[in-house]
């Protein structure tokens, strides 16, 4: 699965959109990308998945340029429970996930 | 999407002993996985749990240290032998994914500390 790149932290205000990019320059052409949430004390929660173009759901939009080179996740107008570490990582079928480190999100007051 | 219970949800053991952690799904799935998290740093992923057969691990974890079980399509579990200080951890289990593009998810996790 293809290598991810993404910033160790990021810091924002209450109300704020949010844009997380990830790079994945080696990726498969069968991989999806997906986006994980993590809070202390809990496992990763699912937040959105997508191939190609733009997904959107009610937490959050993922942007995937036509090279699949990268991706960026978009967290609309966020709050104080937001601040958790975002998982980027390529999936492919069966294969289990495997996870970078991923980036402290910390939204200020 | 699955539903996942881990039991224990933490413990505390004394070095030396024994430990299983159950993972229970609340459907039928194909895949199941175990990981590891030590605190503050990202998830390594232990093995996966095949239905019917022996677990395959991933490089620096060996079945000796961490049987894995998986009876049926809804349960496994994780043994953690011989502990030592070094095994405080936090064991998460996974299930999910697959070719249809089902998203994996987790469970809480099993918070564990090694006296």
């Known amino acids: 699965l293809a290598k991810t790149t993404q910033p160790i932290s990021m810091d924002s205000y209450e109300g704020q959109e949010v844009n997380i990019t990830c790079s994945h320059n080696?990726?498969?052409?069968?991989?999806?990308i997906t986006w994980y949430q993590q809070f202390p004390s809990q496992g990763p929660r699912f937040i959105i998945q997508?191939?190609?173009t733009k997904v959107t759901n009610e937490v959050a939009s993922l942007f995937i340029p036509a090279d699949r080179k990268s991706s960026t996740l978009s967290l609309p107008r966020v709050s104080l429970s937001d601040t958790a570490v975002y998982y980027c990582l390529p999936r492919r079928g069966n294969t289990p996930l495997v996870f970078g480190k991923g980036t402290r999100l910390s939204v200020i007051a | 999407s699955a539903v996942i219970s881990q039991k224990p949800s933490r413990d505390i053991c004394q070095r030396g002993t024994s430990l299983t952690i159950q993972c229970q799904v609340d459907s039928q799935v194909t895949m199941m996985f175990w990981y590891r998290q030590q605190p503050g740093q990202s998830l390594t992923l232990i093995a996966t749990?095949?239905?019917?057969?022996?677990?395959?691990?991933e490089s620096g974890f060996v079945i000796d240290k961490f049987p894995i079980s998986r009876p049926n399509l809804t349960f496994s579990t994780l043994t953690v032998s011989n502990m030592s200080p070094e095994d405080s951890s936090i064991y998460l289990c996974?299930?999910?994914?697959?070719?249809?593009?089902?998203?994996?998810?987790f469970g809480d996790g099993t918070r564990l500390s090694i006296l």
């Open positions: 997508g191939y190609k």
């Open positions: 080696n990726i498969a052409t069968n991989d999806y």
């Open positions: 749990a095949n239905q019917g057969s022996e677990a395959t691990y």
């Open positions: 996974s299930a999910g994914g697959g070719a249809d593009n089902q998203p994996q998810h």
